[in-house]
């Protein structure tokens, strides 16, 4: 392309990440009910040979692809089974369960249609037996997405050399869903703030009157039955209803197997909620005050029909937490946080209203409000909007924040702005010219003329950024933190 530049070097790694379609996950063959009972007298009257013979081939054909295939069917049968009207189904015996499981199980391959939006942290376990001097161990998150143009956060990992350059560790070909573990019990007033950021509590106010300010899923059931019976609920309260079903479900914990890669883990999109994307997750190594470290990652999630600022926490990669953000600041795309308080609060990048920058402050985590404009606009190359390319950077001279920034025929390039370290509100200096620009190669994909990141690491000196191209495959460039320094012009 033959945008302007900044003088600052690109030193392109030679390698690529691309959509894999042999990485699939399994999921729930869900039918209406009348399908379901038909399956289940379909299954039943085959006879004891058909059935064994059909169960040793499903084996066959899928025991290498998934990790304990026949505990996935019995899950899947006892999941389908919980919602018939019915129990005779449950006392039979196990190799009719796992027969029938194996009819409500489906392969979904998560990466067919692209691999982008990556972020990078160090891995929160650094073995120095694998590491030599200056090495650090890293873990990349990437937006996988697959048919229907369902999205879920997969992974990868690898090491960074003393030149900032990866290896990338042996990639499974073998992908597992998380475990869900739903709280037990859910806090009034964070789902009331929610409602009333959205406009539809006033709605439901009913049902909330009749709720302990600490409240179980079942018990917020049958508050909406009594509500529902009372009264023939508008169509607003019926919405108002489905999104409180959403947000519920939206705030859970998953956990992964103990002896799984990283590689072989995705959080995906639940059936059990309309969500449909888990879009854009911005992973920050987040130093606590007593010096442990929390991974955080705000992320959108979309249900088809509106968007839910969420936040993935975890220690370990391993087992997840998964909240709902809350207050007005809380509104749309594309939050990142600072990796540490900021004179004690908590601190994120924002762009709420599809144009321009934002940064707020906040005692919780998950409550954000008050957005105070950062930057706007400046140059041709982001005179349409500008936001963050993951969580600021920090060096001695400031925070460094890379930015993305919109211009003609909707072209994505890279930049960089500079924030001071005690009030990263000021903007102290910036690259006028793109850090980062689509090569020729790069232009064409599923959204065109795009280079995007969702966050990178400084490590000895350098700036080490994966990002995606055109919303369809990824890579890694690096730069020097100094030339980036030095390119920089005072505001």
């Known amino acids: 392309m033959d945008y302007l530049q900044s003088k600052v070097k690109v030193y392109r790694q030679k390698i690529s990440f691309l959509p894999d379609q042999s990485r699939v996950i399994t999921k729930l063959f869900g039918l209406d009910k009348v399908r379901i009972y038909k399956v289940f007298d379909r299954v039943l009257n085959l006879s004891d040979k058909q059935r064994k013979q059909i169960f040793k081939q499903v084996i066959a054909n899928f025991e290498g692809r998934h990790k304990n295939v026949k505990r996935i069917f019995k899950d899947n049968f006892d999941e389908i089974t919980r919602h018939l009207d019915i129990t005779i189904y449950n006392d039979l015996p196990l190799d009719k369960k796992l027969l029938i499981g194996a009819f409500f199980t489906l392969e979904y391959s998560i990466e067919s249609a692209a691999l982008f939006n990556p972020s990078i942290v160090p891995h929160p376990f650094q073995n120095p037996k694998e590491l030599d001097k200056d090495e650090m161990k890293v873990i990349m998150s990437f937006r996988a997405v697959g048919e229907g143009h369902m999205s879920s956060v997969v992974f990868r990992s690898g090491i960074l050399d003393d030149e900032g350059n990866i290896r990338m560790d042996t990639l499974s070909h073998q992908v597992e869903m998380a475990k869900i573990i739903h709280s037990t019990e859910y806090n009034k007033e964070d789902f009331a703030m ?10 439901v106010k009913d049902i909330f009157d009749e709720l302990l300010d600490s409240f179980t899923f079942d018990e917020m059931e049958e508050s909406i039955r009594l509500f529902s019976e009372k009264r023939t609920p508008t169509k607003k309260q019926e919405q108002a209803i489905d999104t409180l079903h959403w947000i519920v479900r939206s705030n859970y914990e998953i956990e992964f197997s103990d002896d799984s890669d990283i590689s072989e883990r995705a959080i995906f999109p639940r059936s059990t909620t309309d969500v449909r994307a888990i879009e854009d997750a911005r992973f920050v190594a987040f130093n606590n005050d007593e010096g442990s470290i929390t991974y955080f990652a705000p992320y959108t999630a979309y249900n088809g029909f509106s968007i839910l600022p969420q936040l993935i926490e975890t220690k370990d990669f391993y087992r997840f937490r998964v909240c709902t953000m809350t207050g007005a600041g809380s509104q749309n795309k594309g939050m990142a946080l600072f990796p540490e308080k900021i004179n004690g609060k908590y601190a994120v990048i924002s762009r709420n209203d599809n144009e321009n920058m934002y940064i707020m402050f906040s005692e919780n985590i ?42 003609p025929m909707r072209t994505y390039s890279i930049g960089a702005i500079l924030l001071d370290l005690k009030d990263p509100a000021k903007v102290i200096a910036e690259l006028p010219e793109p850090l980062l620009i689509p090569l020729e190669k790069e232009r064409n994909g599923y959204v065109p003329n795009v280079v995007y990141s969702c966050g990178g690491i400084i490590h000895n000196g350098w700036v080490v950024l994966p990002y995606a191209a055109s919303d369809t495959r990824s890579g890694i460039v690096k730069f020097k933190l100094q030339e980036i320094m030095d390119n920089m012009v005072k505001t």
């Open 194 to 203: 929610k409602l009333k950021d959205m406009a539809q509590y006033d709605c």
């Open 366 to 407: 998950s409550y954000w409000d008050n957005p105070v404009l950062l930057r706007e606009p400046k140059y041709y190359w982001e005179f349409i909007q500008i936001g963050n390319s993951g969580s600021p950077l920090k060096t001695d001279k400031g925070w460094l924040l890379l930015t993305h920034g919109v211009g």
